[in-house]
């Protein structure tokens, strides 16, 4: 297999031009080049072109995730796992963080409102009904924010500050909308913060924390005028680092809200993160373009292996 790097993305633009470029100009030596992978009507035991692919977009096209699974098990190493990013979800990853000793909001996975047509009540015999919901709130406490246990980008996101809010927030997650489909959905703890970090995490040991302002617009939301320094940046990097190592990420992002001298892992499921550079300001996505193509050069040359390979089941039946 070639020494070539693709790179699936969706609607960036700032990320894949520089990407492709800096693994060029340092792969070049090396025999390794990157592209913008091409990919369509895959065969079972199509020889992978790619022995390394970046995936930025497959958890809104589902072809590429089928693809990538395929090509995993042909030789090629996919950032992120393919198989471990369709099965994360949030409630895991807040067991998972406890486990782990770093701090989480008090969080409850709540049943769905609703569900697809085909869905009666001799299928929900072992849910209970009706929701404690009074129960529900006193562990949380309110205000408290309820969120899709799965997907990102603060969408359909509640803060909720009564019983009614809640109750009202959690219909909207029944798919009432046309084009909408019924949520898993899970209450946290709403965290009144003091000071908020967002961590890019390249390859589980390159950890970047910088502040951030979930309240600004968009393209405002990293402060980099006031770095994260000292006892609570070696807080942050410890944390982030012990849950994209558990999780085996190579590319992610990990938010922590911090009150009181604790800080809260808030989002921690973010495989396919924001490196447009308009938004997370040219100093850290220099950083980016240097760990991410450090990373994939040597994936392609064999001197390093993804955490994940070895650890599927399947892995010890083939040969690649």
Same mark, same amino acid.
């Given at each position: 297999?070639?020494? &070539?790097?693709?790179?699936?993305?969706?609607?960036?633009?700032?990320?894949?031009?520089?990407?492709?470029?800096?693994?060029?100009?340092?792969?070049?030596?090396?025999?390794?080049?990157?592209?913008?992978?091409?990919?369509?009507?895959?065969?079972?035991?199509?020889?992978?072109?790619?022995?390394?692919?970046?995936?930025? &977009?497959?958890?809104?096209?589902?072809?590429?995730?089928?693809?990538?699974?395929?090509?995993?098990?042909?030789?090629?190493?996919?950032?992120?796992?393919?198989?471990?990013?369709?099965?994360?979800?949030?409630?895991?990853?807040?067991?998972?963080?406890?486990?782990?000793?770093?701090?989480?909001?008090?969080?409850?996975?709540?049943?769905?409102?609703?569900?697809?047509?085909?869905?009666?009540?001799?299928?929900? +015999?072992?849910?209970?009904?009706?929701?404690?919901?009074?129960?529900?709130?006193?562990?949380?406490?309110?205000?408290?924010?309820?969120?899709?246990?799965?997907?990102?980008?603060?969408?359909?996101?509640?803060?909720?500050?009564?019983?009614?809010?809640?109750?009202?927030?959690?219909?909207?997650?029944?798919?009432?909308?046309?084009?909408?489909?019924?949520?898993?959905?899970?209450?946290?703890?709403? &965290?009144?913060?003091?000071?908020?970090?967002?961590?890019?995490?390249?390859?589980?040991?390159? &950890?970047?924390?910088?502040?951030?302002?979930?309240?600004?617009?968009?393209?405002?939301?990293?402060?980099?005028?006031?770095?994260?320094?000292?006892?609570?940046?070696?807080?942050?990097?410890?944390?982030? +680092?012990?849950?994209?190592?558990?999780?085996?990420?190579?590319?992610?992002?990990?938010?922590?809200?911090?009150?009181?001298?604790?800080?809260?892992?808030?989002?921690?499921?973010?495989?396919?993160?924001?490196?447009?550079?308009?938004?997370?300001?040219?100093?850290?996505?220099?950083?980016?373009?240097?760990?991410?193509?450090?990373?994939?050069?040597?994936?392609?040359?064999?001197?390093?292996?993804?955490?994940?390979?070895?650890?599927?089941?399947?892995?010890?039946?083939?040969?690649?």
């Amino acid at each position: 297999m070639s020494k &070539i790097v693709g790179l699936l993305v969706g609607r960036e633009n700032t990320f894949p031009g520089p990407f492709i470029e800096t693994v060029n100009r340092k792969g070049a030596a090396q025999g390794v080049s990157a592209e913008l992978a091409v990919l369509g009507g895959t065969r079972e035991l199509e020889l992978p072109r790619y022995r390394v692919i970046v995936d930025r &977009i497959s958890h809104e096209v589902p072809y590429y995730r089928a693809h990538l699974k395929s090509a995993a098990l042909m030789g090629t190493v996919v950032v992120n796992d393919p198989f471990w990013w369709e099965a994360d979800e949030k409630f895991f990853e807040c067991t998972l963080a406890r486990m782990l000793g770093v701090a989480v909001p008090k969080t409850v996975v709540l049943p769905n409102k609703s569900y697809i047509s085909d869905i009666n009540d001799q299928s929900l +015999r072992n849910l209970k009904y009706p929701l404690d919901w009074d129960d529900i709130l006193s562990y949380v406490g309110l205000p408290a924010i309820l969120k899709p246990n799965t997907g990102g980008g603060w969408k359909d996101v509640y803060r909720v500050d009564s019983k009614q809010d809640l109750l009202w927030a959690y219909d909207q997650s029944g798919g009432l909308s046309p084009g909408h489909r019924p949520k898993t959905m899970i209450l946290q703890e709403f &965290i009144k913060w003091e000071d908020y970090i967002r961590c890019i995490c390249i390859g589980r040991t390159n &950890i970047l924390p910088i502040r951030y302002d979930p309240t600004a617009p968009f393209a405002d939301r990293y402060v980099v005028s006031r770095p994260v320094d000292g006892e609570l940046r070696d807080r942050a990097v410890h944390d982030a +680092r012990a849950l994209v190592d558990a999780l085996g990420y190579d590319m992610d992002t990990v938010e922590f809200a911090v009150r009181d001298g604790t800080l809260y892992a808030i989002d921690f499921l973010n495989p396919a993160p924001d490196f447009d550079s308009f938004s997370i300001k040219e100093d850290n996505f220099n950083w980016v373009l240097e760990k991410m193509s450090d990373l994939v050069i040597a994936y392609a040359n064999g001197t390093a292996l993804p955490p994940w390979r070895g650890e599927h089941r399947w892995w010890k039946h083939v040969r690649t």
